[in-house]
């Protein structure tokens, strides 16, 4: 039966505080071990900077995800790998991304570590847990295959890697009005012709919160006496710049000034919420406002609105299935993890306008798949335009807001996506879980990273990490739980080794110390506790302990996969 948007619940901006009170209610706490087995719902956003959030220093309302933090946790010192595909495939299965199959992007390159789809020698999160009776569901964005045709090996598709039920995309990215690889369970599907779900207006990001609340509302009908995992895979504020127009309305002339304003208040809120510390610096500004032609600052302004209402988008979607929950009692004893796939994106996709003369066409008929991740047309026919005489957020353009807003949302970090310096690896994540979490509106600064997960739901579901499945020999998780940091007051020993390598970037971090590279440049090394922003290499006063990393890089890089790179680069 088909199903449209549901009746949104408009967001209100409140505090932390009075959030944590409004969401919680009555409940009473326990600590993780004596709870029942929760729900376990992990949230990822796609391409968002680390103060992208308003309860990380940003003003973009995100009122929903202030409230989980105000009633849960902040974890300040986490971590991703960098890239969209590297991050998912070891999300999902608690291992490196390299010993995962996918240390680059999901093409084959021949050697272990980068064959572009799930190592068959891992298991995901889904397959774990569904030997304890979970009942598993993914909305949104799968990207961790090298098949992407709907009539070809599915193998390594959500249904045949734990998933009992799917909705989303099996590539990275496309249009939020017409998305490419756009697939049901198993079978490809348009907007048009989707059998279960065709609102009056689609956009992605609505898709992926409707399917989320709908999976867990027939779960609360259906399955009562099982958990659930929820695997909810944003897109959004990965470009193309789209957002519906009564978002975007929302942030008009917020952003006018440009982006040093924008940048310097988030730098003051952060201090102030104590995400960072006092002494750690600005990283330096990307680009100046004042260099901007004038007769492109209305365009400049316009692609951080739309970004902006994305991601208020998604926040508005997570409230709805955060009071879905709510409203089904599952609320009080359901995990919510969010978190991000890598920094803010500093790639200029379609920002130069295209030489091509690209006239209207046909409209395409509801039974015609996209296949194409940046459309030339739209589903009407009409010409998709880039550059700046395009005005980013409806269908018919295509473009990403640059470099210099990058800048922005990876406040206060250097460098980007797919970069192992802090801009590139650096991810809030909020844990909120009312029965199993007796801290409340408090900040982690334990060092995590998303391997982590795994870790976490197999010791909060009970069940026995495989050393084999389905005939393969399983690698060991390398993960820690994050159950011992729900309760108040938890020191977690500081010396765990964490490793990072994405195209040639590489870094490693131990305790207070990360050592790290920008592709064939030279090694730099930072004191994490006094310079978080990268901003004063101490290779040359303390070359011993670089040489230490290094060393200790190169054994692990040789344990983990990373060698033997496919074009035999060091």
Same mark, same amino acid.
């Not at 695997?231 to 040093?260: C, M, N, Q, R």
């Not at 026919?381 to 005489?389: A, D, I, K, R, W």
């Not at 996506?417 to 982690?444: V, Y």
């Given at each position: 039966?088909?199903?449209?948007?549901?009746?949104?619940?408009?967001?209100?901006?409140?505090?932390?505080?009075?959030?944590?009170?409004?969401?919680?209610?009555?409940?009473?706490?326990?600590?993780?071990?004596?709870?029942?087995?929760?729900?376990?719902?992990?949230?990822?956003?796609?391409?968002?900077g680390?103060?992208?959030?308003?309860?990380?220093?940003?003003?973009?309302?995100?009122?929903?995800?202030?409230?989980?933090?105000?009633?849960?946790?902040?974890? %300040?010192?986490?971590?991703?790998?960098?890239?969209?595909?590297?991050?998912?495939?070891?999300?999902?299965?608690?291992?490196?991304?390299?010993?995962?199959?996918?240390?680059?992007?999901?093409?084959?390159?021949?050697?272990?570590?980068?064959?572009?789809s799930?190592?068959?020698?891992?298991?995901?999160?889904?397959?774990?847990?569904?030997?304890?009776?979970?009942?598993?569901?993914?909305?949104?964005?799968?990207?961790?295959?090298?098949?992407?045709?709907?009539?070809?090996?599915?193998?390594?598709?959500?249904?045949?890697?734990?998933?009992?039920?799917?909705?989303?995309?099996i590539?990275?990215?496309?249009?939020?009005?017409?998305?490419?690889?756009?697939?049901?369970?198993?079978?490809?599907?348009?907007?048009?012709?989707d059998?279960?779900?065709?609102?009056?207006q689609?956009?992605?990001?609505?898709? /992926?919160s409707?399917?989320?609340?709908?999976?867990?509302?027939?779960?609360?009908?259906?399955s009562?006496?099982?958990?659930?995992?929820?695997?909810?895979?944003?897109t959004?504020?990965?470009?193309?710049?789209?957002?519906?127009?009564?978002?975007?309305?929302?942030?008009?002339?917020?952003?006018?000034?440009?982006?040093?304003? /924008?940048?310097?208040?988030?730098?003051?809120?952060?201090?102030?919420?104590? /995400?960072?510390?006092?002494?750690?610096?600005?990283?330096?500004a990307?680009?100046?406002? =004042?260099?901007?032609?004038?007769?492109?600052?209305?365009?400049?302004?316009?692609?951080?609105?739309?970004?902006?209402?994305?991601?208020?988008?998604?926040?508005?979607g /997570?409230?709805?299935?955060?009071?879905?929950?709510?409203?089904?009692?599952?609320?009080?004893?359901?995990?919510?993890?969010?978190?991000?796939?890598?920094?803010?994106?500093?790639?200029?996709?379609?920002?130069?306008?295209?030489?091509?003369?690209?006239?209207?066409?046909?409209p395409?008929?509801?039974?015609?798949?996209?296949?194409?991740m940046?459309?030339?047309?739209?589903?009407?026919?009409?010409?998709?335009?880039?550059?700046?005489?395009?005005?980013?957020?409806?269908?018919?353009?295509?473009?990403?807001?640059?470099?210099?807003?990058?800048?922005?949302?990876?406040?206060?970090?250097?460098?980007?996506?797919?970069?192992?310096?802090?801009?590139?690896?650096?991810?809030?994540?909020?844990?909120?879980?009312?029965?199993?979490?007796?801290?409340?509106?408090?900040?982690?600064?334990? %060092?995590?990273?998303?391997?982590?997960?795994?870790?976490?739901?197999?010791?909060?579901?009970?069940?026995?990490?495989?050393?084999?499945?389905?005939?393969?020999?399983?690698?060991?998780?390398?993960?820690?739980?994050?159950?011992?940091?729900?309760?108040?007051?938890?020191?977690?020993?500081?010396?765990?080794?964490?490793?990072?390598?994405?195209?040639?970037?590489?870094?490693?971090?131990?305790?207070?110390?990360?050592?790290?590279?920008?592709?064939?440049?030279?090694?730099?090394?930072?004191?994490?506790?006094?310079?978080?922003?990268?901003?004063?290499?101490?290779? =040359?006063?303390?070359?011993?302990?670089?040489?230490?990393?290094?060393?200790?890089?190169?054994?692990?890089?040789?344990?983990?996969?990373?060698?033997?790179?496919?074009?035999?680069?060091?």
């Amino acid at each position: 039966m088909a199903f449209g948007r549901w009746k949104s619940i408009r967001p209100r901006c409140v505090g932390l505080l009075t959030a944590a009170l409004t969401l919680v209610g009555s409940w009473q706490p326990v600590s993780a071990a004596e709870a029942p087995r929760p729900n376990i719902i992990v949230i990822m956003a796609d391409d968002m900077g680390y103060s992208d959030m308003g309860c990380f220093g940003s003003e973009i309302a995100t009122p929903n995800l202030d409230r989980l933090a105000g009633g849960g946790l902040r974890y %300040t010192n986490f971590y991703n790998t960098g890239r969209c595909c590297p991050t998912r495939a070891s999300l999902l299965t608690g291992l490196y991304a390299h010993q995962a199959g996918i240390g680059e992007m999901t093409n084959d390159k021949g050697q272990p570590g980068y064959r572009g789809s799930l190592s068959s020698s891992a298991v995901t999160i889904a397959e774990v847990l569904k030997t304890t009776g979970y009942k598993t569901y993914m909305s949104g964005k799968w990207h961790v295959t090298t098949q992407l045709k709907p009539d070809g090996d599915k193998s390594n598709w959500p249904l045949q890697r734990g998933f009992d039920r799917f909705y989303g995309t099996i590539i990275g990215a496309g249009s939020f009005y017409d998305p490419w690889t756009l697939t049901r369970g198993n079978e490809a599907i348009t907007p048009e012709n989707d059998p279960e779900y065709r609102p009056q207006q689609y956009y992605y990001t609505h898709a /992926i919160s409707d399917q989320a609340v709908r999976f867990s509302e027939e779960h609360a009908k259906q399955s009562k006496g099982d958990p659930f995992f929820l695997y909810v895979a944003y897109t959004s504020p990965h470009w193309p710049l789209h957002a519906l127009e009564e978002d975007i309305a929302k942030y008009k002339g917020k952003y006018d000034e440009g982006y040093g304003p /924008i940048r310097n208040a988030r730098y003051r809120k952060m201090k102030e919420l104590g /995400i960072i510390k006092d002494e750690w610096g600005l990283s330096g500004a990307e680009g100046a406002w =004042e260099n901007v032609p004038e007769d492109r600052r209305a365009w400049e302004a316009r692609c951080m609105e739309v970004y902006a209402a994305m991601i208020t988008s998604m926040d508005r979607g /997570i409230g709805e299935l955060v009071d879905s929950l709510k409203a089904n009692g599952q609320l009080d004893n359901t995990l919510i993890f969010f978190l991000q796939d890598n920094g803010g994106c500093h790639e200029t996709y379609g920002r130069s306008a295209s030489k091509k003369n690209v006239q209207p066409t046909e409209p395409m008929g509801k039974d015609e798949l996209q296949t194409r991740m940046n459309p030339l047309h739209t589903r009407a026919g009409e010409p998709v335009q880039f550059g700046p005489n395009a005005m980013p957020g409806p269908a018919n353009t295509y473009l990403a807001y640059g470099v210099n807003w990058a800048n922005v949302s990876n406040t206060p970090f250097r460098l980007y996506k797919s970069m192992t310096h802090e801009g590139g690896i650096a991810t809030p994540l909020i844990a909120h879980w009312p029965k199993g979490i007796t801290a409340g509106n408090e900040l982690r600064k334990n %060092t995590g990273h998303l391997i982590d997960l795994m870790a976490t739901c197999v010791e909060l579901s009970g069940a026995e990490y495989p050393k084999e499945f389905q005939g393969h020999e399983i690698r060991p998780m390398e993960g820690v739980s994050l159950v011992p940091s729900f309760g108040k007051n938890v020191k977690i020993a500081p010396e765990r080794i964490i490793l990072w390598e994405h195209m040639t970037n590489a870094a490693i971090r131990q305790g207070k110390w990360k050592l790290v590279k920008a592709s064939s440049g030279p090694w730099e090394l930072y004191d994490m506790e006094k310079d978080r922003s990268e901003l004063h290499d101490l290779v =040359e006063k303390n070359p011993e302990k670089a040489k230490e990393l290094e060393v200790l890089w190169e054994k692990n890089a040789h344990r983990t996969q990373i060698y033997p790179r496919p074009d035999k680069r060091k």
